[in-house]
């Protein structure tokens, strides 16, 4: 009888496995399509020199349109698209894209913006990579010095010397590297002083509760110290509110990047918002 009990479990627990994994091959074999048939788009979001307010640059962030009008947000096909290995070409085809819109946009006059385009960690550990994109920025014409490729603390710092390999190649294109998420990861302080970051990226959960008591301002504080040191930019992730703006400006966080600053938007109405108010 136990053993009866314990089959059908045994059975019941392989069911709901089968599912699961026929969804995500499912769902790979969408992902696969949609690349091919270039139905992924990207959208911008302006970044804002605080001091100014003025646009100084963009992130490309992607976006997976479905046929009744709504998008599946990166957070739910990224993970997949990496265990798969697709981000690979998926990746490629955002650098190529992003720094392509650059381009047109440049040509048209602005040039005084730069593009950060997200970079996976299957895509970090490339040793090809640097070549990969001095490619694509050729071909799009974009000096090397406008693009930022933003990495997270643990793609960053689960393989150290390939990251130091890799971002002095890139560094030594005129390409710079962001610590994304900066805060939530692991960030090793002594490897980070050895590598070349152009860019902090101060997580949006150090944001959130800003004004906030002293705990939370010595956070950002120490964030803006670190990067003072590493001769790099301190970037406010997910600005919601006047007050968190003020805030991070006081504690001389020198650029923002948020939903009151702008929302993530397609090219077209990137460019009428941003670039040609
Ligand atoms: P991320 O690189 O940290 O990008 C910032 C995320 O915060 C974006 O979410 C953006 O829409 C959102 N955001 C910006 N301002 C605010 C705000 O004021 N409040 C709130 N609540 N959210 C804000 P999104 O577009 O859903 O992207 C999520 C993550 O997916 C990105 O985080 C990045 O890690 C990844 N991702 C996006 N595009 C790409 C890509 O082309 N390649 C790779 N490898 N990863 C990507
Ligand atoms: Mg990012
Ligand atoms: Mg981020
Ligand atoms: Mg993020």
Request: aromatic share 6%.
């Amino acid at each position: 009888q136990a053993k009866a009990v314990g089959k059908g479990q045994c059975c019941f627990y392989e069911e709901e496995m089968t599912r699961a994994a026929q969804e995500k091959l499912h769902l790979r074999g969408r992902l696969a399509q949609a690349l091919e048939r270039e139905e992924f788009r990207l959208h911008y979001q302006p970044q804002v020199d605080l001091g100014t307010g003025r646009v100084i640059g963009l992130e490309a962030l992607l976006r997976w349109p479905q046929p009744d009008g709504s998008w599946t947000p990166p957070g739910q096909f990224i993970p997949l698209a990496e265990s798969s290995g697709l981000i690979v070409p998926l990746g490629a085809w955002v650098l190529r894209e992003a720094c392509a819109q650059l381009g047109r946009w440049r040509e048209r006059g602005s040039l005084g913006v730069d593009l950060s385009v997200n970079v996976s960690a299957r895509q970090w550990e490339d040793p090809s990579f640097p070549e990969q994109v001095r490619r694509v920025l050729g071909e799009a014409g974009l000096p090397p010095e406008r693009l930022v490729l933003e990495v997270t603390e643990s793609v960053l710092f689960s393989n150290p010397q390939g990251a130091r390999r890799l971002a002095q190649g890139l560094a030594s294109l005129g390409v710079r590297v962001a610590v994304d998420d900066y805060g939530t990861g692991f960030s090793n302080l002594r490897q980070l002083q050895h590598l070349p970051i152009g860019q902090l990226k101060l997580d949006r959960s150090f944001v959130q509760p800003l004004p906030g008591g002293d705990k939370d301002q010595a956070l950002v504080r120490s964030a803006v110290t670190l990067a003072r040191g590493l001769n790099a930019a301190v970037v406010g992730e997910g600005i919601e509110t006047e007050g968190q703006l003020t805030a991070l400006r006081r504690l001389g966080c020198t650029v923002g990047q948020g939903f009151l600053l702008g929302r993530p938007v397609g090219a077209e109405e990137f460019e009428a918002r941003h670039l040609r108010p």
